[in-house]
């Protein structure tokens, strides 16, 4: 989570010109009212008061609340870091709901896996959640939150887990093998809500196509049929295969391919009302920086070509800072005619398949709650 891959993502943007867009601002971080006060609609105040206290002072982190442990280390300033990260995201709900945007990006957010009561994962506070509660405060029925980090999504997850107005959609690697070991097919919601959490658990190794046609034969059927007034994504990047946290093998051309068809469906389904977030991401120079300029750029109505070269400017710092070139190109090879295919659900199932078992067992699960069928869309 070191910072560096913020600094070298917004670097990048810049030097391609993704943040002159027309239309497209930046903005610095805030909190609602200018307070931390936003942060009691999802976290408990026992533990914002302890993150404070280790924001004050580092040595007094207290580790019930997950704090000072090996995934979340207390640093001075942690709280009011955390707070403006969070708070930027909420921001860009409140945008987006009245109207003043069509898209908001938060690359700093994406930070699924704190819970109400403690840190985790390398999250303190959970934007994703806060930004979603708002919504519903406010008049919004129904926020879909797609999650395409590697890990499962399980606090936003856990704070809308028997709220029938939100459907959580996370793909990832199989709790079996990686952090935080959640995220079963069976895990639907809680009795109120059966139906809206929906969990795609992927074997390690799955590749563009495998991952791409698992995320195709259920995110969108199900967010046609759910019909939300806004659409929050989460774009962890560490499914790619340089990623040293997990195990899948994804590329660049792939990942930028889910992030249009998440664009497209925020078009299509809520009038463009799409809060984009950032995430998990450790390979922090050759892979971050590209993914996230991809979103931004996308956001911004002006996608950039896999084929397009990194700027020299850009490389030439990451050679003088870190003593290795960066990526030359923005992708990675993989796509044909800018496109990575994948083979339709429709086409059919092979029950001997990994990816494709793994998917018949989510939309077992999930499609017969919304009216859908198990086979064909």
């Given at each position: 989570?070191?910072?560096?891959?913020?600094?070298?993502?917004?670097?990048?943007?810049?030097?391609?010109?993704?943040?002159?867009?027309?239309?497209?601002?930046?903005?610095?971080?805030?909190?609602?009212?200018?307070?931390?006060?936003?942060?009691?609609?999802?976290?408990?105040?026992?533990?914002?008061?302890?993150?404070?206290?280790?924001?004050?002072?580092?040595?007094?982190?207290?580790?019930?609340?997950?704090?000072?442990?090996?995934?979340?280390?207390?640093?001075?300033?942690?709280?009011?870091?955390?707070?403006?990260?969070?708070?930027?995201?909420?921001?860009?709900?409140?945008?987006?709901?009245?109207g003043?945007?069509?898209?908001?990006v938060?690359?700093?957010?994406?930070?699924h896996?704190?819970?109400?009561?403690?840190?985790?994962?390398?999250?303190?506070?959970?934007?994703?959640?806060?930004?979603?509660?708002?919504?519903?405060?406010?008049?919004?029925?129904?926020?879909?939150?797609?999650?395409?980090?590697?890990?499962?999504?399980?606090?936003?997850?856990?704070?809308?887990?028997?709220?029938?107005?939100?459907?959580?959609?996370?793909?990832?690697?199989?709790?079996?093998?990686?952090?935080?070991?959640?995220?079963?097919?069976g895990?639907?919601?809680?009795?109120?809500a059966?139906?809206?959490?929906?969990?795609?658990?992927?074997?390690?190794?799955?590749?563009?196509?495998?991952?791409?046609?698992?995320?195709?034969?259920?995110?969108?059927?199900?967010?046609?049929?759910?019909?939300?007034?806004?659409?929050?994504?989460?774009?962890?990047?560490?499914s790619?295969y340089?990623?040293?946290?997990?195990?899948?093998?994804?590329?660049?051309?792939?990942?930028?391919?889910?992030?249009?068809?998440?664009?497209?469906?925020?078009?299509?389904?809520?009038?463009?009302?799409?809060?984009?977030?950032?995430?998990?991401?450790?390979?922090?120079?050759?892979?971050?920086?590209?993914?996230w300029?991809?979103?931004?750029?996308?956001?911004?109505?002006?996608?950039?070509?896999?084929?397009?070269?990194?700027?020299?400017?850009?490389?030439?710092?990451?050679?003088?800072t870190?003593?290795?070139?960066?990526?030359?190109?923005?992708?990675?090879?993989?796509?044909?005619?800018?496109?990575?295919?994948?083979?339709?659900?429709?086409?059919?199932?092979?029950?001997?398949?990994?990816?494709?078992?793994?998917?018949l067992?989510?939309?077992?699960?999930?499609?017969?709650?919304?009216?859908?069928?198990v086979?064909?869309?």
């Amino acid at each position: 989570m070191n910072p560096i891959r913020l600094d070298l993502t917004a670097r990048l943007c810049r030097e391609l010109g993704v943040f002159d867009a027309p239309g497209l601002e930046v903005v610095a971080p805030s909190m609602p009212g200018g307070s931390d006060a936003f942060l009691s609609w999802v976290h408990n105040s026992d533990y914002i008061d302890a993150v404070r206290a280790a924001s004050a002072d580092p040595s007094a982190a207290d580790p019930a609340y997950g704090l000072g442990t090996e995934d979340d280390p207390a640093f001075a300033g942690m709280h009011d870091a955390a707070s403006l990260i969070a708070g930027s995201t909420v921001r860009i709900a409140q945008d987006v709901w009245r109207g003043e945007i069509d898209h908001g990006v938060n690359f700093c957010g994406g930070l699924h896996h704190a819970m109400p009561g403690k840190a985790s994962g390398f999250c303190i506070y959970n934007d994703a959640a806060l930004a979603i509660q708002w919504l519903l405060d406010n008049g919004a029925e129904r926020v879909a939150y797609v999650d395409v980090d590697v890990h499962h999504g399980d606090g936003v997850e856990r704070a809308f887990w028997n709220d029938p107005r939100v459907l959580t959609i996370s793909i990832h690697e199989t709790g079996r093998v990686l952090f935080p070991g959640t995220g079963f097919p069976g895990d639907v919601g809680g009795p109120d809500a059966e139906g809206s959490a929906v969990n795609i658990a992927l074997p390690p190794g799955a590749r563009d196509a495998g991952w791409l046609r698992a995320l195709h034969a259920v995110v969108p059927p199900l967010l046609r049929e759910f019909e939300p007034q806004v659409l929050v994504t989460q774009q962890g990047c560490d499914s790619h295969y340089a990623d040293p946290l997990a195990h899948m093998a994804l590329s660049i051309d792939a990942q930028r391919t889910a992030y249009q068809t998440l664009h497209e469906l925020a078009h299509e389904l809520t009038g463009g009302k799409w809060i984009a977030l950032g995430g998990g991401g450790y390979e922090l120079i050759d892979v971050v920086p590209r993914a996230w300029t991809h979103l931004t750029a996308i956001a911004a109505h002006r996608p950039i070509d896999l084929e397009t070269e990194v700027p020299a400017v850009w490389r030439e710092h990451v050679q003088r800072t870190f003593d290795r070139p960066g990526p030359p190109r923005m992708g990675d090879g993989q796509a044909e005619n800018g496109h990575v295919w994948w083979r339709s659900w429709e086409s059919g199932v092979d029950p001997d398949d990994a990816i494709d078992q793994s998917v018949l067992a989510t939309r077992e699960a999930i499609f017969p709650s919304h009216g859908l069928d198990v086979w064909f869309d």
